[in-house]
Structures are given as C-alpha cells and as structure tokens.
C-alpha cells in the first residue's frame, strides 16, 4: 500500500448478525492492523485462521454479492464493511469472522460506520505500529473521522477513460479533477424506476449521504431466490422489499435510497483495489460482476 501516511483503528469492535444468503449467525471483531497489511479477513472459525486479503485477487463470485476466497475458505458479502473502512479512512484492520458470510445488520453501511466513528483512526508510524493516541495534528478525534475516500493518486490513476459494459449496463471510469460516483438504475417497478444520483464525497460526508442506503429487493423475486440457495437471511428487517403496489415497508431513508445503495456497493467493490485513484466514477445498471470488472481493468493499467 505504502500510502504517505496509513491509518488504522484506535481500538477494536465486535459486532454480530445474520448473513443475507446464508443465514447464519456470525460474529465480526474488526482490529487494528499493522502498515501496509490492507483490510484482510480471518476466519477464525478454521483450523490456523485461514486469512483472506481484501484485494481484487482474492474475488471468487459476484452473485448478489461479492466473495472472497485464498482457494481454501471464503467470505461473502464483504462489500458494506469494505466501503465503510475505506470511505472513513481506514487503511488497515484485521477483520476477524466466525463464521461465512458478513452480518447484513440493517442493510446498509450505518451500524458499520457508527462503530469506526465510535472507536476512532490513528495514524501507523513508519515502523509499522500504531502511534500512541494523543491530541495532536495527526490524530483523528472520535467525533470528527473524516468521511472522505481513502485516494492515493501516486499509487493509482485514470489517465484514460476506462469502460466495461454488458448488455445496456456499464460501469466506467473517467479522469477528473475530484473523486465522484454517479450512478443510475432503471427497474420496471413504480416503487423505483428509473432514478440517477451523483455523489461527491467532497461535498457530502459517506456517513451521511451514502451508508444509510439500505438494500432492496423485487417481492416477485424473492422465492425463485431462496430455491437457488439464496438470502436465507433476508427479512424486512435488513431489506426494503417493493411489489407492483410500491414499498412493502416503508419508510425510505432518502427518496432515492435504492440508488444510494448502488452507489454503497461501488464504493465497497472498488475499495478491493486497496485505494481509489481520483476519478468520476459512472455506472449504469451495474452489478457486482461489472464492479469488480472496472476495479480490474484500473487494477490492469500499463
């Protein structure tokens, strides 16, 4: 990684749920990590605690869902955690999980992100340990964790529009001046339609415009997803749920919440690049698949 100055978290935090597709309970203590480790995965629930990188390598499927796999074990729906650490500016932690799957909670990134705040981020020293907190330039308070995106332009840049598409749906990546994510949707459903939103984090914090954004899905959908092994672990405690009537169980968070979320699951597919170079970021009827094919093709650059 070797980014200018690294952070990490001043203390750890456990947090426990339900896995969307698997449906079982596992708990998730996030640590602070040493320079230059990145965010990495232990299942702690396997002989040796299997480790698991949080890179575009480690990607093993993407159905509804981004995992990650060393070859022998794996871990699923890694996508809110990841983009929540990032989006706050944490460069390392150890994220250790008992069991496959990553809680689902509420559906969104909000209990991730009210729990980094809760324990705060400070800097790694050139040695690689954490630095004592202490009140100072480099410290980041509790109160005040930036909500920027982790950027490091010397490591990573678009120079060239960067583009993968399938069907009617892209993702891509252009060269700008700031960082920003613009997304769009289109489903045949009153309840969502087709909606755009164009987020900057310099102008709106993720903790407050993007990790609220809750998870969604078609009423329509929903058995021929569970016969094929799917969110086992879905309710309409974690999910907003929409037939042809409109939301099952409202209220929305934001009038576009679906579309927020698209733009939560970019942040956390793309977060698998390490850091994120400066780009305007634009997708379109995306999934994870085209996520992670983008994060590759700038992973790729000469």
């Not at 978290?9 to 998730?28: K, M, N, T, Y």
């Not at 060393?70 to 460069?91: F, I, P, S």
């Amino acid at each position: 990684m070797s980014v200018d100055k690294q952070y990490t978290l001043a203390d750890e935090f456990q947090i426990s749920g339900i896995g969307l597709h698997s449906g079982v309970q596992v708990s998730v203590r996030v640590l602070p990590a040493i320079a230059d480790t990145g965010r990495y995965f232990v299942r702690i629930d396997t002989p040796g605690f299997l480790v698991i990188p949080a890179c575009i390598e480690a990607v093993s499927q993407t159905t509804l869902s981004t995992e990650l796999s060393n070859g022998k074990v794996a871990v699923r729906t890694v996508e809110h955690l990841l983009a929540a650490l990032t989006a706050m500016g944490v460069d390392n932690a150890r994220i250790e999980i008992d069991g496959p799957e990553l809680p689902l909670l509420d559906g969104s990134a909000k209990n991730w992100v009210e729990a980094i705040a809760s324990v705060g981020l400070v800097p790694v020293n050139e040695s690689g340990s954490r630095e004592p907190a202490k009140m100072g330039e480099d410290e980041i308070p509790k109160t005040e964790i930036s909500s920027q995106l982790t950027v490091n332009s010397q490591q990573l840049t678009v120079n060239s529009p960067l583009w993968v598409h399938q069907g009617d749906a892209f993702a891509a990546a252009l060269p700008a001046p700031e960082t920003r994510f613009s997304y769009g949707i289109d489903f045949d459903s009153p309840a969502i339609g087709n909606q755009w939103y164009s987020w900057s984090p310099e102008v709106e914090s993720f903790a407050e415009a993007i990790a609220p954004a809750r998870t969604f899905a078609l009423a329509h959908q929903i058995d021929q997803l569970r016969q094929a092994g799917l969110i086992k672990g879905g309710s309409l405690d974690n999910a907003l749920v929409c037939d042809g009537t409109g939301w099952i169980n409202p209220p929305l968070r934001f009038p576009n919440e679906p579309v927020r979320h698209k733009i939560l699951d970019l942040v956390g597919d793309l977060s698998l690049l390490g850091t994120l170079p400066q780009a305007h970021y634009l997708a379109y009827k995306a999934s994870h698949n085209l996520h992670i094919q983008l994060a590759k093709a700038i992973g790729s650059q000469p």
